[in-house]
Protein backbone atom coordinates (compact mmCIF):
# COMPACT_ATOMS: atom_id res chain seq x y z
CA UNK A 1 0.00 0.00 0.00
CA UNK A 2 1.06 3.60 -0.76
CA UNK A 3 0.14 6.62 1.07
CA UNK A 4 -0.35 9.49 -0.23
CA UNK A 5 -0.01 13.01 0.75
CA UNK A 6 1.21 13.39 4.61
CA UNK A 7 -0.89 16.72 5.77
CA UNK A 8 1.17 18.96 8.53
CA UNK A 9 -0.65 20.63 10.54
CA UNK A 10 -0.93 23.60 9.01
CA UNK A 11 -2.87 21.97 6.61
CA UNK A 12 -6.38 21.69 6.47
CA UNK A 13 -7.09 17.90 6.96
CA UNK A 14 -6.92 15.76 3.45
CA UNK A 15 -8.15 12.67 3.06
CA UNK A 16 -5.82 9.71 1.84
CA UNK A 17 -5.79 8.14 -0.90
CA UNK A 18 -4.66 4.06 -0.85
CA UNK A 19 -3.04 2.63 -4.07
CA UNK A 20 -2.76 -0.96 -4.27
CA UNK A 21 0.91 -1.24 -5.43
CA UNK A 22 1.45 -0.84 -8.95
CA UNK A 23 -1.69 1.24 -9.79
CA UNK A 24 -1.47 4.18 -11.16
CA UNK A 25 -4.67 5.66 -12.28
CA UNK A 26 -6.45 7.84 -10.02
CA UNK A 27 -10.11 6.30 -8.59
CA UNK A 28 -13.04 7.79 -9.14
CA UNK A 29 -14.75 6.91 -6.50
CA UNK A 30 -14.22 7.13 -2.90
CA UNK A 31 -15.12 5.86 0.54
CA UNK A 32 -13.84 7.05 3.34
CA UNK A 33 -12.38 4.73 6.31
CA UNK A 34 -10.65 5.42 9.68
CA UNK A 35 -7.59 3.94 10.28
CA UNK A 36 -6.80 2.70 14.02
CA UNK A 37 -4.06 4.58 14.91
CA UNK A 38 -5.05 7.81 12.99
CA UNK A 39 -7.59 10.41 14.57
CA UNK A 40 -10.74 10.98 12.36
CA UNK A 41 -9.34 14.26 11.12
CA UNK A 42 -6.93 12.50 9.19
CA UNK A 43 -9.18 10.36 7.30
CA UNK A 44 -8.10 7.08 4.54
CA UNK A 45 -10.01 7.23 1.55
CA UNK A 46 -9.83 4.08 -0.87
CA UNK A 47 -11.09 3.47 -4.29
CA UNK A 48 -14.58 1.38 -4.86
CA UNK A 49 -13.10 -0.87 -7.17
CA UNK A 50 -14.59 -3.66 -9.18
CA UNK A 51 -12.30 -6.30 -11.23
CA UNK A 52 -13.73 -7.98 -14.39
CA UNK A 53 -11.63 -11.04 -15.54
CA UNK A 54 -12.01 -12.01 -19.13
CA UNK A 55 -12.01 -15.93 -19.98
CA UNK A 56 -11.91 -15.89 -23.34
CA UNK A 57 -8.56 -16.02 -25.44
CA UNK A 58 -10.03 -12.72 -27.23
CA UNK A 59 -8.63 -9.52 -25.80
CA UNK A 60 -10.81 -7.73 -28.03
CA UNK A 61 -13.18 -10.32 -28.18
CA UNK A 62 -16.64 -10.24 -27.47
CA UNK A 63 -16.15 -11.16 -23.80
CA UNK A 64 -13.86 -7.86 -23.43
CA UNK A 65 -16.68 -5.70 -25.62
CA UNK A 66 -19.43 -7.30 -23.31
CA UNK A 67 -17.44 -6.41 -20.00
CA UNK A 68 -16.03 -3.03 -21.58
CA UNK A 69 -19.96 -2.35 -21.80
CA UNK A 70 -20.63 -3.03 -18.05
CA UNK A 71 -16.93 -1.42 -17.04
CA UNK A 72 -17.72 2.22 -18.48
CA UNK A 73 -21.26 2.00 -16.41
CA UNK A 74 -19.29 1.56 -13.41
CA UNK A 75 -17.01 4.20 -14.41
CA UNK A 76 -19.78 6.67 -15.47
CA UNK A 77 -20.26 6.28 -11.20
CA UNK A 78 -17.01 7.11 -10.45
CA UNK A 79 -16.10 3.38 -9.58
CA UNK A 80 -12.57 2.16 -10.37
CA UNK A 81 -12.46 -0.69 -12.62
CA UNK A 82 -9.52 -3.02 -14.38
CA UNK A 83 -10.07 -6.07 -16.71
CA UNK A 84 -7.46 -8.73 -16.10
CA UNK A 85 -7.27 -11.08 -19.06
CA UNK A 86 -6.60 -14.94 -18.31
CA UNK A 87 -7.99 -16.52 -21.54
CA UNK A 88 -5.84 -18.32 -23.66
CA UNK A 89 -3.14 -18.26 -21.01
CA UNK A 90 -1.75 -21.64 -19.54
CA UNK A 91 -4.19 -21.79 -16.14
CA UNK A 92 -4.05 -25.05 -14.38
CA UNK A 93 -6.72 -27.04 -13.11
CA UNK A 94 -7.24 -27.91 -9.35
CA UNK A 95 -5.72 -30.57 -8.56
CA UNK A 96 -7.51 -31.44 -5.23
CA UNK A 97 -4.12 -31.53 -3.07
CA UNK A 98 -6.13 -29.75 -0.35
CA UNK A 99 -2.74 -27.43 0.63
CA UNK A 100 -4.78 -24.25 0.94
CA UNK A 101 -6.79 -25.59 4.06
CA UNK A 102 -3.59 -26.27 5.27
CA UNK A 103 -1.21 -23.62 4.24
CA UNK A 104 -4.23 -21.00 4.61
CA UNK A 105 -2.44 -18.43 3.23
CA UNK A 106 -5.03 -17.02 0.31
CA UNK A 107 -3.10 -18.80 -2.17
CA UNK A 108 -3.03 -22.03 -4.53
CA UNK A 109 0.01 -24.47 -4.04
CA UNK A 110 0.40 -23.88 -8.07
CA UNK A 111 2.48 -21.04 -8.70
CA UNK A 112 3.13 -21.28 -12.56
CA UNK A 113 0.54 -19.11 -13.64
CA UNK A 114 -1.68 -16.29 -13.19
CA UNK A 115 -4.44 -17.28 -10.56
CA UNK A 116 -2.61 -16.35 -7.54
CA UNK A 117 -2.68 -12.85 -9.13
CA UNK A 118 -6.43 -13.69 -9.78
CA UNK A 119 -6.78 -14.54 -6.07
CA UNK A 120 -5.05 -11.50 -4.47
CA UNK A 121 -6.91 -8.67 -7.13
CA UNK A 122 -10.56 -10.55 -6.22
CA UNK A 123 -9.68 -10.62 -2.85
CA UNK A 124 -8.88 -6.20 -3.01
CA UNK A 125 -11.96 -5.75 -5.32
CA UNK A 126 -15.36 -4.42 -3.75
CA UNK A 127 -17.17 -6.79 -6.65
CA UNK A 128 -15.86 -9.33 -9.08
CA UNK A 129 -17.00 -10.15 -12.92
CA UNK A 130 -16.02 -13.24 -14.50
CA UNK A 131 -16.71 -12.89 -18.10
CA UNK A 132 -16.85 -15.83 -20.47
CA UNK A 133 -17.65 -17.25 -24.38
CA UNK A 134 -19.44 -20.21 -24.25
CA UNK A 135 -17.54 -23.31 -24.90
CA UNK A 136 -20.00 -26.11 -25.60
CA UNK A 137 -22.60 -24.73 -23.50
CA UNK A 138 -20.10 -23.63 -20.55
CA UNK A 139 -16.98 -21.86 -19.36
CA UNK A 140 -14.02 -21.30 -21.38
CA UNK A 141 -11.67 -23.90 -19.46
CA UNK A 142 -9.31 -21.21 -18.28
CA UNK A 143 -12.07 -19.71 -16.14
CA UNK A 144 -13.14 -22.92 -15.09
CA UNK A 145 -9.68 -23.30 -13.47
CA UNK A 146 -9.97 -20.17 -12.00
CA UNK A 147 -13.42 -20.73 -10.57
CA UNK A 148 -12.43 -24.35 -9.13
CA UNK A 149 -8.80 -22.95 -7.45
CA UNK A 150 -10.37 -19.28 -6.26
CA UNK A 151 -13.35 -20.93 -5.03
CA UNK A 152 -11.25 -23.51 -2.66
CA UNK A 153 -8.76 -20.97 -1.44
CA UNK A 154 -11.10 -18.48 -0.58
CA UNK A 155 -13.63 -21.41 1.14
CA UNK A 156 -9.93 -21.76 3.09
CA UNK A 157 -9.46 -18.76 4.15
CA UNK A 158 -12.67 -17.59 5.93
CA UNK A 159 -14.38 -16.69 2.61
CA UNK A 160 -12.29 -14.11 1.14
CA UNK A 161 -14.44 -13.05 -0.90
CA UNK A 162 -17.16 -12.84 1.75
CA UNK A 163 -20.36 -9.83 0.45
CA UNK A 164 -18.74 -9.16 -2.55
CA UNK A 165 -20.72 -7.81 -5.56
CA UNK A 166 -20.72 -10.22 -7.91
CA UNK A 167 -21.26 -10.59 -11.77
CA UNK A 168 -21.55 -13.03 -14.60
CA UNK A 169 -20.76 -12.00 -18.08
CA UNK A 170 -21.44 -14.44 -20.84
CA UNK A 171 -20.55 -13.73 -24.88
CA UNK A 172 -22.67 -16.93 -26.89
CA UNK A 173 -23.35 -17.45 -30.54
CA UNK A 174 -26.09 -19.55 -30.90
CA UNK A 175 -26.99 -21.73 -27.74
CA UNK A 176 -25.78 -22.20 -24.18
CA UNK A 177 -25.04 -19.37 -22.48
CA UNK A 178 -27.50 -19.73 -20.21
CA UNK A 179 -25.42 -22.64 -18.64
CA UNK A 180 -22.36 -20.37 -18.79
CA UNK A 181 -24.06 -17.91 -16.64
CA UNK A 182 -25.55 -20.20 -14.41
CA UNK A 183 -21.88 -21.91 -13.85
CA UNK A 184 -20.51 -18.19 -13.03
CA UNK A 185 -23.25 -17.50 -10.43
CA UNK A 186 -23.11 -21.11 -8.62
CA UNK A 187 -19.50 -19.96 -7.88
CA UNK A 188 -20.50 -16.61 -6.38
CA UNK A 189 -23.53 -18.07 -4.57
CA UNK A 190 -21.03 -20.15 -2.98
CA UNK A 191 -18.83 -17.76 -1.83
CA UNK A 192 -20.77 -16.21 0.56
CA UNK A 193 -21.51 -13.13 -2.18
CA UNK A 194 -23.90 -10.91 -3.94
CA UNK A 195 -25.16 -11.71 -7.43
CA UNK A 196 -25.65 -8.98 -9.67
CA UNK A 197 -28.89 -9.52 -12.33
CA UNK A 198 -29.76 -7.20 -15.25
CA UNK A 199 -33.46 -6.87 -16.87
CA UNK A 200 -32.15 -10.24 -18.81
CA UNK A 201 -29.62 -12.94 -18.25
CA UNK A 202 -26.30 -11.06 -18.59
CA UNK A 203 -25.47 -12.60 -22.30
CA UNK A 204 -24.70 -11.03 -25.48
CA UNK A 205 -25.20 -12.65 -28.70
CA UNK A 206 -22.48 -12.93 -31.39
CA UNK A 207 -19.49 -15.02 -33.18
CA UNK A 208 -16.83 -13.22 -34.37
CA UNK A 209 -15.04 -10.13 -32.46
CA UNK A 210 -16.80 -7.69 -32.18
CA UNK A 211 -19.99 -9.01 -33.15
CA UNK A 212 -21.52 -8.33 -29.95
CA UNK A 213 -21.74 -4.67 -31.09
CA UNK A 214 -24.67 -5.45 -33.04
CA UNK A 215 -26.91 -7.14 -30.37
CA UNK A 216 -28.62 -3.99 -29.35
CA UNK A 217 -30.71 -5.97 -26.09
CA UNK A 218 -27.24 -7.41 -25.10
CA UNK A 219 -25.74 -3.83 -24.75
CA UNK A 220 -28.53 -2.35 -23.18
CA UNK A 221 -28.80 -5.58 -20.62
CA UNK A 222 -24.75 -5.37 -19.75
CA UNK A 223 -25.12 -1.31 -19.38
CA UNK A 224 -28.34 -1.86 -16.48
CA UNK A 225 -25.72 -4.47 -14.91
CA UNK A 226 -23.69 -1.77 -14.40
CA UNK A 227 -25.70 0.58 -13.18
CA UNK A 228 -26.94 -2.22 -11.04
CA UNK A 229 -24.26 -3.08 -9.71
CA UNK A 230 -22.87 0.04 -9.16
CA UNK A 231 -26.44 0.49 -7.10
CA UNK A 232 -25.19 -2.11 -5.16
CA UNK A 233 -21.72 -1.00 -4.61
CA UNK A 234 -22.89 2.65 -3.10
CA UNK A 235 -25.31 0.78 -0.04
CA UNK A 236 -22.61 -2.10 0.73
CA UNK A 237 -19.32 0.17 0.52
CA UNK A 238 -21.55 2.90 2.88
CA UNK A 239 -20.73 0.67 5.59
C1 LIG B 1 -14.34 -24.29 -28.63
C2 LIG B 1 -15.54 -23.43 -28.86
C3 LIG B 1 -16.79 -23.86 -28.46
C4 LIG B 1 -17.92 -23.08 -28.66
N1 LIG B 1 -19.13 -23.53 -28.21
C5 LIG B 1 -20.23 -22.78 -28.40
C6 LIG B 1 -21.51 -23.20 -27.93
O1 LIG B 1 -21.65 -24.23 -27.29
N2 LIG B 1 -22.58 -22.42 -28.20
C7 LIG B 1 -22.48 -21.26 -28.89
O2 LIG B 1 -23.48 -20.61 -29.12
N3 LIG B 1 -21.27 -20.79 -29.30
C8 LIG B 1 -20.15 -21.52 -29.10
N4 LIG B 1 -18.92 -21.04 -29.49
C9 LIG B 1 -18.84 -19.68 -30.06
C10 LIG B 1 -18.40 -18.61 -29.02
O3 LIG B 1 -19.04 -18.78 -27.79
C11 LIG B 1 -18.72 -17.21 -29.55
O4 LIG B 1 -18.09 -17.03 -30.80
C12 LIG B 1 -18.31 -16.10 -28.61
O5 LIG B 1 -18.87 -14.89 -29.03
C13 LIG B 1 -16.80 -15.94 -28.54
O6 LIG B 1 -16.49 -14.94 -27.61
P1 LIG B 1 -15.04 -14.24 -27.55
O7 LIG B 1 -14.92 -13.38 -28.79
O8 LIG B 1 -15.02 -13.45 -26.31
O9 LIG B 1 -14.04 -15.34 -27.53
C14 LIG B 1 -17.79 -21.81 -29.30
C15 LIG B 1 -16.53 -21.37 -29.73
C16 LIG B 1 -15.41 -22.18 -29.52
C17 LIG B 1 -14.06 -21.69 -29.98
Redesign the pocket.
Known sequence: MLFAGDPSPATAPMPVTVFREGRRRQPTARAVIYLADQTPSLPVVTAVKVLAING???KD????RLLGYVCSELELKGIQTEIMHIGGKPVHGCTACGKCFENRDMRCIIEKDDVNACIAAMAEADGIILGS?????DVSPELKALIDRAGFVAMANDYLFSRKAGAAVV???????IHVFDTINHFFGISDMITIGSTYWNIGV??D?G?VDNDEEGIRTMRRLGQNMAWVLEKLTKG
Open positions: SPHGNTAPTYFAAVRRAGGGMPD
